[in-house]
Protein backbone atom coordinates (compact mmCIF):
# COMPACT_ATOMS: atom_id res chain seq x y z
CA UNK A 1 0.00 0.00 0.00
CA UNK A 2 2.92 2.52 0.92
CA UNK A 3 4.76 1.33 -2.37
CA UNK A 4 1.72 2.29 -4.24
CA UNK A 5 1.44 5.63 -2.63
CA UNK A 6 4.72 6.28 -3.60
CA UNK A 7 4.40 5.28 -7.16
CA UNK A 8 1.06 7.15 -7.44
CA UNK A 9 3.02 10.28 -6.17
CA UNK A 10 5.73 10.11 -8.11
CA UNK A 11 3.71 9.33 -11.17
CA UNK A 12 1.57 12.87 -9.88
CA UNK A 13 4.96 14.48 -10.35
CA UNK A 14 5.97 13.79 -13.38
CA UNK A 15 2.59 14.50 -15.00
CA UNK A 16 2.50 17.57 -13.53
CA UNK A 17 6.58 18.33 -14.14
CA UNK A 18 6.29 20.51 -17.39
CA UNK A 19 3.67 22.67 -16.08
CA UNK A 20 5.79 23.28 -12.42
CA UNK A 21 8.83 23.66 -14.52
CA UNK A 22 7.07 26.58 -16.62
CA UNK A 23 5.53 28.03 -14.15
CA UNK A 24 8.49 27.77 -11.41
CA UNK A 25 10.87 28.96 -13.80
CA UNK A 26 9.24 32.23 -14.58
CA UNK A 27 11.71 34.00 -17.01
CA UNK A 28 9.91 32.25 -20.32
CA UNK A 29 6.87 33.83 -21.66
CA UNK A 30 3.41 31.78 -20.41
CA UNK A 31 0.09 31.93 -21.45
CA UNK A 32 -0.86 34.11 -18.97
CA UNK A 33 2.17 36.28 -20.01
CA UNK A 34 5.93 36.84 -18.33
CA UNK A 35 7.47 38.40 -15.39
CA UNK A 36 7.50 42.90 -15.51
CA UNK A 37 10.19 44.72 -16.24
CA UNK A 38 11.18 46.61 -13.16
CA UNK A 39 12.43 49.75 -15.85
CA UNK A 40 8.98 50.03 -17.19
CA UNK A 41 5.69 51.85 -15.75
CA UNK A 42 3.31 49.18 -13.96
CA UNK A 43 -0.11 50.10 -12.70
CA UNK A 44 0.00 49.26 -8.69
CA UNK A 45 -2.73 46.59 -7.25
CA UNK A 46 -3.19 45.93 -3.75
CA UNK A 47 -4.29 42.38 -3.26
CA UNK A 48 -5.62 41.70 0.75
CA UNK A 49 -5.27 38.28 1.65
CA UNK A 50 -6.91 36.96 5.08
CA UNK A 51 -9.61 34.61 6.48
CA UNK A 52 -13.02 36.28 7.01
CA UNK A 53 -16.46 34.67 8.53
CA UNK A 54 -15.07 30.94 7.86
CA UNK A 55 -13.60 31.75 4.42
CA UNK A 56 -10.33 32.44 2.96
CA UNK A 57 -10.55 35.49 0.74
CA UNK A 58 -8.83 37.97 -2.02
CA UNK A 59 -9.99 41.86 -1.89
CA UNK A 60 -10.22 42.45 -4.57
CA UNK A 61 -10.89 38.99 -5.83
CA UNK A 62 -11.26 40.61 -9.63
CA UNK A 63 -9.23 42.51 -11.97
CA UNK A 64 -10.00 43.74 -15.61
CA UNK A 65 -6.25 44.37 -17.74
CA UNK A 66 -6.05 45.69 -21.13
CA UNK A 67 -3.52 43.15 -23.19
CA UNK A 68 0.50 44.47 -23.37
CA UNK A 69 -0.41 46.44 -19.63
CA UNK A 70 2.51 45.52 -16.54
CA UNK A 71 0.69 44.94 -13.21
CA UNK A 72 2.68 45.42 -9.96
CA UNK A 73 0.37 43.35 -7.62
CA UNK A 74 1.42 43.86 -4.12
CA UNK A 75 -0.28 41.44 -1.98
CA UNK A 76 -0.57 41.77 1.99
CA UNK A 77 -1.39 39.16 4.21
CA UNK A 78 -3.77 40.32 6.84
CA UNK A 79 -4.76 37.44 7.79
CA UNK A 80 -3.54 34.69 10.57
CA UNK A 81 -2.67 32.22 8.50
CA UNK A 82 0.60 31.82 6.05
CA UNK A 83 -1.62 32.57 2.29
CA UNK A 84 0.29 32.62 -1.25
CA UNK A 85 -0.56 34.61 -4.16
CA UNK A 86 0.17 32.15 -7.43
CA UNK A 87 -0.98 33.87 -10.96
CA UNK A 88 -1.23 31.48 -13.65
CA UNK A 89 -4.01 30.01 -15.52
CA UNK A 90 -6.99 27.58 -13.51
CA UNK A 91 -5.56 24.70 -14.99
CA UNK A 92 -2.11 25.27 -14.18
CA UNK A 93 -2.75 26.45 -10.41
CA UNK A 94 -5.33 23.52 -10.43
CA UNK A 95 -2.24 20.88 -11.34
CA UNK A 96 -0.43 22.88 -8.85
CA UNK A 97 -2.79 22.27 -6.14
CA UNK A 98 -2.44 18.70 -6.35
CA UNK A 99 1.87 18.87 -5.97
CA UNK A 100 0.97 21.09 -3.06
CA UNK A 101 -1.09 18.37 -1.42
CA UNK A 102 1.99 16.21 -1.19
CA UNK A 103 4.23 19.25 -0.18
CA UNK A 104 1.90 21.87 1.32
CA UNK A 105 5.27 23.53 2.82
CA UNK A 106 6.69 24.19 -0.58
CA UNK A 107 7.66 27.74 -0.05
CA UNK A 108 7.23 30.32 -3.35
CA UNK A 109 8.93 32.73 -3.86
CA UNK A 110 8.91 33.00 -8.03
CA UNK A 111 8.29 35.83 -10.63
CA UNK A 112 4.43 34.63 -10.33
CA UNK A 113 4.21 33.24 -7.08
CA UNK A 114 4.48 34.35 -2.95
CA UNK A 115 4.27 32.93 0.21
CA UNK A 116 3.53 35.21 2.95
CA UNK A 117 3.27 35.03 6.44
CA UNK A 118 0.76 37.25 8.63
CA UNK A 119 1.32 40.93 7.66
CA UNK A 120 3.81 39.92 4.83
CA UNK A 121 4.01 41.79 2.21
CA UNK A 122 5.02 40.74 -1.03
CA UNK A 123 5.00 42.31 -5.10
CA UNK A 124 4.51 40.42 -8.20
CA UNK A 125 5.38 42.42 -11.47
CA UNK A 126 3.61 40.99 -14.37
CA UNK A 127 3.81 41.76 -18.04
CA UNK A 128 -0.06 40.39 -19.64
CA UNK A 129 1.02 39.74 -23.05
CA UNK A 130 -2.06 37.76 -23.70
CA UNK A 131 -6.10 38.47 -24.21
CA UNK A 132 -7.68 35.64 -21.58
CA UNK A 133 -8.90 34.65 -18.15
CA UNK A 134 -6.44 33.70 -15.73
CA UNK A 135 -6.46 33.65 -11.93
CA UNK A 136 -4.21 34.18 -8.52
CA UNK A 137 -4.92 31.51 -5.96
CA UNK A 138 -3.36 30.34 -2.88
CA UNK A 139 -2.69 26.94 -3.13
CA UNK A 140 -2.14 26.08 0.28
CA UNK A 141 -3.78 22.81 0.94
CA UNK A 142 -7.46 23.44 1.97
CA UNK A 143 -7.34 27.69 1.07
CA UNK A 144 -8.65 27.00 -2.45
CA UNK A 145 -11.31 25.19 -1.11
CA UNK A 146 -12.01 27.74 1.05
CA UNK A 147 -12.50 30.42 -1.57
CA UNK A 148 -8.79 31.78 -1.94
CA UNK A 149 -8.83 32.27 -5.61
CA UNK A 150 -9.59 35.80 -7.61
CA UNK A 151 -9.76 36.33 -11.43
CA UNK A 152 -7.56 38.19 -14.08
CA UNK A 153 -9.48 39.50 -17.10
CA UNK A 154 -7.15 40.88 -19.95
CA UNK A 155 -9.09 42.50 -22.88
Do not use: Y
Not at 31 to 51: L, N, S, T, Y
Not at 81 to 93: M, P, Q, R, S
Not at 100 to 116: F, I
Amino acid sequence: MIVRRRVARALALLAAWPVLARAHAGHEETAWGKPGDPKRAARVVPIVMQEREGRMVFIPDSVRVRTGEQIRFVPRNAGVLDHEFVLATTEENRRHAIEMEQHPHMDHDEPNAKRLKPRGTGEILWHFTKPGRFEFACLIPGHLAAGMVGTVTVE
